[in-house]
């Protein structure tokens, strides 16, 4: 089995009560049937707390609901988990053991990755100055047979995927912006979106974080006025912001593309990429406007001096719009879904 992931995959550290934003609220937790027999089975007072706040939903699934607070009922006042502290980290769920790591796995070949909706991981993602680097590691493993012909096609797919991070991390010349744009021309069937039209498709997705109203609104209140303020907001930005826009793209391609393997369709994938880079480019001119809430992250929870300035536009602005962004819309299969297909 080959595993391939970015570099921040190996320096991660989950910062746990001293988290920002932890991702042990605002999300029901799902219980695999492994953990869902373990807790079943697990005995005395914190056997019957657990099986006290189980829940099965209408499709038979079972997960923990949130408490009227939004947290997830085993989440302490400290910020940290009772389950884990009571019976050790293999008795997570795991969602919980897994997160923030997302595994996509394609017969002898799995691609991990690493999901901006953790700030932790925004923090290290953003804060290196180098490209962002793919690792791989191999082990005797067998994955999940495929045929010859889909092990042809999937290397096809990670083969021009590779290119195409190649090009947006290597081009000698050009802004990210512009290598993206040269690199969506080879997607002639790809036709053009307004931000008007984007922001429709953004209307319609599944609310997941309540702070998204918070964005939404006042965004689709000033468009015009985003939209005059672009040219400024790129001409006056540190070239960080340049660099950030690049570690972006990267992320998107190298997360997205394999799911070619089971839609057979580049088009809806390069679409909802697409999209998710605009409208955060929306989000990023909207909160240099002041048009958005600040985010209280000061990005030195865990040593990392906030140094990074393009106008009121911070590296810390931007580990909290791409964490809001991925939270409100990768944490939901119906919302990425809804974004890949054509709207009109
Ligand atoms: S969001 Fe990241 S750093 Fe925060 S608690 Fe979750 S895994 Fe840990």
């Given at each position: 089995m080959k595993y391939e992931y970015p570099s921040v995959y190996e320096t991660f550290r989950c910062i746990g009560g001293a988290c920002p934003d932890t991702c042990c609220a605002g999300w029901e937790v799902d219980i695999d049937p492994d953990t869902y027999?373990?807790?079943?089975?697990?005995?005395?007072?914190?056997g019957r707390r657990l099986r006290s706040h189980m829940t099965e939903d209408e499709d038979g699934d079972i997960f923990f609901p949130l408490t009227p607070e939004g947290r997830c009922p085993f989440l302490n006042r400290q910020d940290l988990c009772d389950i884990f502290s009571e019976l050790g980290e293999e008795s997570l769920c795991r969602v919980c053991t897994e997160y923030p790591r997302y595994y996509l796995p394609v017969g002898d070949y799995e691609q991990i990755d690493?999901?901006?909706?953790?700030?932790?991981?925004g923090r290290l993602f953003f804060s290196d100055p180098e490209p962002v680097r793919y690792l791989t590691q191999e082990d005797i493993m067998d994955g999940d047979p495929i045929s010859a012909e889909e092990t042809a096609r999937r290397d096809d797919i990670l083969e021009r995927?590779?290119?195409?991070?190649?090009?947006?991390?290597?081009?000698?010349?050009?802004?990210?912006?512009?290598r993206f744009e040269a690199l969506l021309s080879r997607?002639?069937?790809?036709?053009?979106?307004?931000?008007?039209?984007l922001l429709t498709a953004m209307d319609q997705l599944e609310l997941i974080d309540e702070r998204w109203n918070d964005i939404m609104i006042p965004i689709r209140a000033n468009l015009t006025a985003i939209q005059r303020q672009e040219p400024a907001f790129l001409d006056h930005a540190d070239p960080e912001f340049d660099r950030w826009t690049g570690k972006l793209i990267s992320y998107f391609?190298?997360?997205?593309?394999?799911?070619?393997?089971?839609?057979?369709?580049?088009?809806?994938?390069?679409?909802?990429i697409r999209r998710s880079l605009r409208f955060i480019r929306l989000m990023c001119i909207a909160r240099a406007a002041g048009l958005l809430p600040r985010s209280s992250y000061d990005g030195r929870l865990s040593g990392q001096e906030e140094k990074n300035h393009c106008n009121s536009f911070t590296q810390n602005d931007m580990i909290d719009i791409a964490h809001l962004y991925s939270k409100q819309v990768e944490h939901s299969d119906g919302n990425v879904e809804l974004l890949r297909k054509f709207i009109k």
């Open positions: 027999d373990y807790y079943m089975e697990t005995e005395g007072e914190f690493m999901s901006l909706s953790c700030m932790e991981v995927r590779n290119e195409m991070l190649s090009f947006m991390q290597e081009a000698a010349s050009g802004t990210a912006d512009e997607f002639p069937e790809l036709s053009p979106e307004s931000d008007e039209e391609l190298f997360r997205y593309c394999l799911n070619v393997f089971s839609s057979g369709n580049w088009e809806n994938e390069m679409r909802f």
